[in-house]
């Protein structure tokens, strides 16, 4: 363990000082897969500047013409990263990183998927559904059977009108209509028909009709359909993973967006200075604001889970929406955690 927290930390540190650019790593697939394994520590920091490093590396592949998707991931590594960022939301380093790499696995699926479907358009046409090979299997045995039963019955007619004017078969030179029976396409005509069926001299019972008519229903082997092979599947992240990350980033910004405003209103309280006619009304304010920056503390403390609140309220706001936070909220937060607290204490807490 001691020795991959070293390498990771080696990696970090050539990787932040551009020693080790991303896509040398992108040249050595089997190197970069090597390097995912380092999401597996327990350490979050350890985690954190192994996710730093993957980050870069994804983000440049998003955008280099001539990195293989299918060749630089695998499923094992998909699932090491996938792995990390449910494990790792706590820590809202960490989890910014996995969510920056998970948006570049989406990104990479959409790219390799364009490409298999632009392969398939320059090989030749896509290949057909199911429904599709069953419509085409059914309409060639359709024109075959047809232009099968056309000319057996107009054999067959002729045979039986020579039978009943007792002339030979063989006198005959011409056919009972000024055209020829219909002749299937040359790539799926069947096999002549002398070849198929006993001699016309021969049918001269019920016997012989039945065999021929027998012979007649013979087909050649259906054509064969060329399928390409099966699209593989890419699957670089789940949509559990997506709806997450937004999950996860639109608390934050709520959170943010709420002390923000916060902020605004307690600046234009400062403005206007203290209220001396309507002192019952300025304290039922103060208490509305209060009760304002309660809601959002209990909301984002209580409810908000694995999104990291606590660590991006210490380390990702703004200096001056950060001291609000500590003044204003982080008192209240406290208040309410405490157990076995008095609502009146409470009560006066709020109208200070």
């Known amino acids: 363990m001691k020795l991959a927290m070293d390498a990771i930390h080696t990696a970090h540190s050539t990787c932040a000082s551009a020693i080790l650019p991303p896509c040398l790593w992108l040249r050595h697939p089997s190197a970069f897969r090597h390097l995912v394994l380092g999401l597996r520590q327990p350490s979050l920091v350890t985690v954190a500047k192994c996710a730093h490093v993957v980050a870069q590396i994804l983000t440049t592949a998003t955008t280099a013409t001539t990195v293989n998707a299918l060749e630089l991931l695998t499923q094992d590594t998909i699932a090491t990263m996938h792995a990390a960022f449910w494990r790792s939301h706590d820590s809202y380093k960490a989890s910014v990183l996995l969510e920056s790499i998970c948006m570049s ?59 009943a004017s007792g002339v030979d078969a063989t006198e005959e030179t011409t056919p009972p209509f000024s055209y020829g029976p219909i002749q299937p396409p040359t790539h799926c005509r069947p096999p002549p028909l002398l070849d198929a069926a006993p001699s016309l001299r021969r049918i001269k019972s019920n016997t012989g009709i039945a065999k021929a008519v027998e012979h007649s229903r013979v087909l050649q082997e259906v054509p064969h359909i060329l399928i390409p092979s099966r699209i593989k599947v890419l699957n670089f992240v789940t949509p559990a993973i997506l709806v997450e990350i937004e999950r996860r980033q639109a608390l934050r910004d709520e959170f943010k967006t709420a002390l923000q405003r916060a902020l605004d209103t307690s600046r234009q309280d400062v403005r206007r200075g203290p209220s001396v006619t309507d002192v019952a009304l300025r304290r039922r304010h103060t208490s509305q604001r209060n009760q304002f920056l309660v809601s959002i503390a209990t909301k984002l403390y209580t409810s908000a889970e694995e999104c990291a609140i606590v660590e991006f309220a210490a380390t990702a706001l703004d200096p001056e929406v950060q001291a609000f936070f500590e003044q204003n909220v982080r008192p209240l937060v406290s208040l309410l955690q405490t157990p076995h607290q008095s609502p009146w204490h409470r009560l006066r807490f709020w109208q200070r």
Not at 135 to 162: F, G
């Open 105 to 163: 696995l989406h990104m990479l699926e959409v790219q390799a998927r364009r490409k298999l479907v632009g392969s398939l358009d320059t090989n030749g046409a896509p290949p057909l559904s199911l429904l599709g090979r069953v419509k085409a299997c059914s309409a060639h045995l359709s024109s075959s059977v047809k232009s099968l039963v056309i000319r057996s019955k107009n054999s067959l007619q002729t045979r039986l009108s020579h039978d």
